[in-house]
T-cell receptor
Framework: ELKVEQNPLFLSMQEGKNYTIYCNYS?????LYWYRQDPGKSLESLFV?????AVKQEGRLMASLDTKARLSTLHITAAVHDLSATYFC??????????FGKGTSLLVTP | GAGVSQSPSNKVTEKGKDVELRCDPI?????LYWYRQSLGQGLEFLIY????????KSGLPSDRFSAERTGGSVSTLTIQRTQQEDSAVYLC????????????FGEGSRLTVL
């Protein structure tokens, strides 16, 4: 069974600081996705990582994928309040759907 | 439509009643998914449709749950004889094809069973 584990599950950080969210998964997969969810809202796709060594950046967020280590990271640079949300990683499940981690709830405080 | 549309957005029902949740995917998307989001549990895969067929319904929690899709478009998730543990947000997602992986989600139907 494909398991996807994120850590930390809760993260409170100050504006301007850097931090990394980790996503480990249990079986071989070359595709990994990051989503963002604001309270009461649906999930919004952030990054699609399709190969080993893939790196994508958007604003203050950067995601990377190491398929050999079965690890993806989401790095936050100089956090701002607008980044407060829950972040999910998801791994390709049998080529047609995704298995999600439990999510990391991020709160950025002044 | 412009995005995935789900209805109702909120549903409160009494234990033992049946409920139907509807999903209208993005036009042209052939793959459709139902997930369940419970507090602190992340997203739980329920069922996947390719066209009108459901090749994987392994995530449905019990035989009280069923889903169908008609015309390669709208899908309905039905929960019979609801229980309190069914309370959750039910999310629908669609994608162009199953192999693209990137899913587009609706805003969900929040179900509360009293």
């Amino acid at each position: 069974e494909l398991k996807v584990e994120q850590n930390p599950l809760f993260l409170s950080m100050q504006e301007g600081k850097n931090y990394t969210i980790y996503c480990n998964y249990s079986t071989t997969s070359d595709r990994l996705y990051w989503y963002r969810q604001d309270p009461g809202k649906s999930l919004e796709s952030l990054f699609v990582l399709l190969s080993n060594g893939a790196v994508k950046q958007e604003g203050r967020l950067m995601a990377s994928l190491d398929t050999k280590a079965r690890l993806s990271t989401l790095h936050i640079t100089a956090a701002v309040h607008d980044l407060s949300a829950t972040y999910f990683c998801a791994v390709d499940r049998a080529g047609y759907a995704l298995n999600f981690g439990k999510g990391t709830s991020l709160l950025v405080t002044p | 439509g412009a995005g995935v549309s789900q209805s109702p957005s909120n549903k409160v029902t009494e234990k033992g009643k049946d409920v139907e949740l509807r999903c209208d995917p993005i036009s042209g998307h052939t793959a459709l998914y139902w997930y369940r989001q419970s507090l602190g549990q992340g997203l739980e895969f329920l069922i996947y449709f390719q066209g009108n067929s459901a090749p994987d319904k392994s995530g449905l929690p019990s035989d009280r749950f069923s889903a169908e899709r008609t015309g390669g478009s709208v899908s309905t998730l039905t929960i019979q004889r609801t229980q309190q543990e069914d309370s959750a947000v039910y999310l629908c997602a669609s994608s162009w094809t199953a192999l693209t992986g990137e899913l587009f989600f609706g805003e969900g139907s929040r179900l509360t069973v009293l």
